[in-house]
Every structure is written in structure tokens, then in C-alpha cells.
């Protein structure tokens, strides 16, 4: 597929497109995204700008497949969750076979401050496949920052949410919400489920969002904040008119970037909609993940691949990156995660 002509033959619809034509399939294929989380809207993402053309493919994610997953991570099978493999990496695997002509990067990692910046080297655009306001007002700064588009999105239940940001040019996540909702005052996708079907209307509207800024198109862009509710047909475009002076705003304003500065946000956290804790580790220390499996033989049931380490112990399951980051699950204490970690992963 590395003939020229062929790398335009499979958008050839896409292309027939006006507003696209062969000057945005060009700009397409020449442009870089981060997908920032690679669950539900990060899959039909990147398996929508994939198919689209998007260049190259920059995932990232922390946590690897369940079961429960299946219902609306469109990228994942039930193989994946048996060679117990990352999603980031399972995506890309995917990814490869649908378009063998793109660049896939995939990362496992909690995205925070102090990976962000490295996260977003080189990149035209951010997409906000995450599951929480901590993550998002880490992307708000970083962007800001770079001066990056970033484009937000949000599932809860049958509803979602969108706004698309350019910086300087438009309101931003923190002109629109001057902080994150307090923990515990939202419902999550834990007390309210998710429905698929919205997940793909939020995502797919990100992407062609994101299609519009790669192409050249920014006069394209939804100015509004998109809210949908798809069980109450339900659709909304809220006007961002009266955020537009930007001037009360941190972010756009101050140039004050608490969650990039790491003032704000710890991702050591309890999962949402998960009995488990994410516990991380200070900083990028490796961890030998065979030296491990030696150590615990005899502990607990192991079970390892090269992306991870598994240890069934004390009625917990601990799954351990080689970056020292554990997910602990049949827990939401995160004291009692962390002591199952001392014990026997070490400090
Ligand atoms: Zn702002």
C-alpha cells in the first residue's frame, strides 16, 4: 500500500467530498492527533480517523480490557481480554489491519503532568477520549499552553456533551467551567451507566471536529457546546456568545495553568465504575517485570505477557505496569490498595 495512488484510492468517497477534495485528504494524511484515553470514545476515535486518514495516531491510555468493556469499546474482542492486553495496544493492533498506510503510536500511561508535554510533541490536534475533569482540565492547560485545538467530550447514561476549542480564538473548557465538578457531586458512568449508541454520536462528532481543524477548515467548527440526550430526543446547541471576551478566564486570560504546573489533580485514584484504585509511582522508575514474576512465584497466582504483570492475592487482583503503576481491583480503599502494593510489589 505504499504507492501513491493507492493511499488515495481508499478515501476516494471521503475525497469526493467538496469541502474536503484532495487538498484535505492531503492535509489529512500530513496531520498528527493525540487521543487522550482509548475506552469508549477513544476506540470509535481512533477507529473513525483511522478510516479517515488522520496520518498519524497517537493513543493513550493506562488500563488494558474487561469483559464489561465490550459493550461500547468498539475495538476490542474477546481475545484481547484473553492475551490480557492493554487497550492501547489492542487498538493499535486493530488499527494496523484497517490502515496499514498510517503511523499508530501506542502508549500505556496515565496521562498527567508530568508526561503532557511529551504526549502532545508534535501534534495538530487533542481528542478527549477520557472519563474525568481532572484529565480534561490537564488537556485545557496543555493546549492553551501550545496553543493546540483540543476538542472536549463527555458520556453519562443516554446524554453527551462536545465543545470543540481553539485557542485564542474561542471560549475555552475553564470560560465554560471555572473548576472541575467536586468528586462525588456528579453521577458516573458507575451510578448511571452508559448507553453504546451515544458514545458513537459524541465521538463521531469530535472526529469530524477534529476533521474539519486537520483539513484546514476551522470556519467549520461547532461554536456551540453540542449536548445530546438520546433516550429523551433531546438536542441542544448551547451559544458560547456570552463567554466570548474570555477576560475573567485563568486560562485564556491569567495564562495560569494549575494542572500542567501539577498544583492540581492526583492520579492516584479510586476507578470510576471499577472496585479497584489506580496507585502511580513518582517518577518513571522501571520495574522489571520478569524480576517481578520470579519474586512473586509462590505469593499468589502470576501471570504475566510483555505490557503486564498479574497477581491474584488477598482476594485482590493487582496488575502492574512496567512504569511501577498498579491497578488494584476488588478494592476501592485506596489505603488498602496501598498496602497490598507495599507488601508485595515494594515502595
Ligand atoms: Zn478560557
Redesign the pocket.
Known amino acids: 500500500m505504499s504507492d501513491a495512488k493507492d493511499q488515495l484510492d481508499r478515501y476516494v468517497r471521503q475525497i469526493r467530498f467538496a469541502p474536503l477534495g484532495e487538498a484535505g485528504q492531503r492535509r489529512l494524511l500530513a496531520s498528527r492527533a493525540l487521543i487522550c484515553g482509548c475506552g469508549a470514545l477513544g476506540t470509535v476515535l481512533a477507529n473513525t480517523l483511522a478510516r479517515a486518514g488522520v496520518g498519524k495516531l497517537r493513543l493513550v491510555d493506562r488500563d488494558f480490557i474487561e469483559l464489561n468493556n465490550l459493550q461500547r469499546q468498539v475495538l476490542f474482542d474477546e481475545q484481547d481480554i484473553a492475551n490480557n492486553l492493554p487497550k492501547t495496544v489492542a487498538a493499535a493492533n486493530k488499527l494496523r489491519a484497517i490502515n496499514s498506510a498510517i503511523e499508530i503510536e501506542p502508549i500505556v500511561a496515565d496521562v498527567d503532568h508530568r508526561n503532557i508535554l511529551a504526549l502532545c510533541d508534535g501534534v495538530d490536534i487533542i481528542l478527549d477520549g477520557t472519563d474525568n475533569f481532572e484529565t480534561r482540565f490537564l488537556l485545557n492547560d496543555v493546549a492553551?499552553k501550545l496553543g493546540i485545538p483540543w476538542v472536549y467530550g463527555g458520556c453519562l447514561g443516554a446524554e453527551g456533551q462536545t465543545m470543540t476549542i481553539l485557542p485564542g480564538e474561542t471560549?475555552?473548557l475553564?470560560?465554560l467551567m471555572p473548576e472541575p465538578p467536586p468528586a462525588g457531586a456528579t453521577p458516573t458512568c458507575d451510578t448511571a451507566g452508559i448507553v453504546g449508541p451515544v458514545i458513537n454520536v459524541i465521538a463521531s462528532i469530535e472526529s469530524l471536529e477534529a476533521i474539519k481543524i486537520l483539513s484546514g477548515h476551522r470556519e467549520a467548527i461547532q461554536r456551540a457546546l453540542f449536548t445530546i440526550d438520546l433516550w429523551d430526543n433531546r438536542v441542544r446547541q448551547v451559544k458560547l456568545d456570552a463567554l466570548s471576551d474570555?477576560s475573567a478566564?485563568p486560562?485564556?486570560s491569567q495564562r495560569e495553568f494549575p494542572w500542567l504546573d501539577g498544583q492540581r489533580g492526583s492520579h492516584t485514584a479510586v476507578l470510576c465504575g471499577r472496585n479497584a484504585v489506580q496507585l502511580t509511582q513518582p517518577d518513571g522508575q522501571r520495574l522489571s517485570l520478569d524480576a517481578l514474576a520470579t519474586k512473586l512465584a509462590g505469593v499468589g497466582q502470576v501471570s504475566r505477557n510483555a505490557f503486564l504483570l498479574r497477581l491474584s492475592v488477598d482476594d485482590c487482583v493487582l496488575t502492574v505496569f512496567p512504569d511501577g503503576r498498579a491497578i488494584v481491583a476488588g478494592t476501592d480503599d485506596i489505603a488498602a490498595a496501598r498496602t497490598l502494593y507495599a507488601k508485595y510489589i515494594g515502595n
Open positions: 492553551m471560549p475555552c475553564r470560560c474570555r478566564c486560562a485564556c
